[in-house]
């Protein structure tokens, strides 16, 4: 059984505070990073933990502000918040890490590991990504507005829309775009120093196969392997799927 410790990210007005939980073991660990409105007690990131147990592996997930058992709102937060926010829980870990991001969180595991590189701390051992939503703000969320939709975003400040995992609406706030902007990957090589796996869905609806094939256009000097699931969607979350996923963190712990 893994507590629920808190920390404060951020100073002043803009602190939040975040949930993490931390299983202690052996090196490499694995890093955990959830997509948009999820949280660290997901199917996927449950079936990690359980693996580090296994294994006897550090294992690290949290919940971004406003979401899960973090604080804050959700419809505050940004890239930018989220990406400080995973930077300073794994400035709590020790040693090398293998990062594995799903969805929003495999874009935000390649600015975790360019920010760490920048640096001068190369501790992400390799990149693990799930239907990665890289530069979601504007490749997949802006690209699929109408015209309504950019009227609304503009007179209100978020636009909702329906979602095929809750009864709720998906919110995508102005806030949210613009600062995506600052972030965007794409249109440039990205330079990651380790070895990169991409798990895809090839019935995901969300994040489309031809994403994450224009991911691996852009990956040019580093190792990366692609594994389409024919049959997948966007979670990736079945038996199946998750015996897969920790196969491909055990190659990587391995290589």
């Known amino acids: ?13 803009k602190a939040r505070d975040i949930a993490v939980l931390q299983r202690e073991g052996g090196s490499p660990g694995v890093f955990w990073l959830s997509g948009y409105r999820s949280e660290m007690v997901g199917s996927k990131a449950t079936a990690l933990d359980a693996f580090g147990a296994r294994e006897g592996l550090a294992v ?22 989220w990406l400080e926010e995973a930077l300073a829980v794994f400035d709590t870990t020790l040693g090398p890490q293998i990062v594995v991001g799903s969805s929003m969180g ?8 360019r920010a760490l590189r920048t640096r001068g701390e190369p501790r992400v051992k390799a990149l693990i990504l799930i239907a990665p939503a890289v530069d979601m703000t504007e490749a997949l969320m802006q690209a699929s507005f109408t015209p309504e939709d950019f009227e609304v975003m503009t007179s209100t400040g978020m636009l909702l829309q329906p979602s095929g995992y809750s009864d709720d609406p998906y919110p995508i706030t ?24 991409i798990l895809q869905g090839g019935k995901d609806v969300d994040v489309p196969p031809e994403h994450a094939l224009r991911l691996v256009a852009h990956i040019l000097h580093d190792p990366v392997t692609l594994t389409l699931v024919p049959d997948g969607d966007h979670r990736l979350s079945r038996e199946e799927d998750l015996r897969q996923l920790e196969a491909a963190v055990r190659l990587a712990v391995e290589e």
Not at 62 to 81: K, M, N, P, R, V
């Open 1 to 13: 059984m893994v507590d629920v410790r808190h920390m404060v990210v951020g100073q002043g007005y």
């Open 60 to 81: 690290t997930r949290f919940d971004y502000s406003g979401h899960g058992q973090s604080g804050g709102d959700c419809l505050e937060g940004t890239i930018s918040s």
């Open 106 to 113: 495999g874009w935000l595991a390649l600015l975790l590991n």
């Open 174 to 197: 102005r806030l949210l775009i613009e600062d995506g902007r600052n972030h965007l990957l794409f249109g440039g090589p990205i330079e990651t120093g380790c070895p990169v796996t």
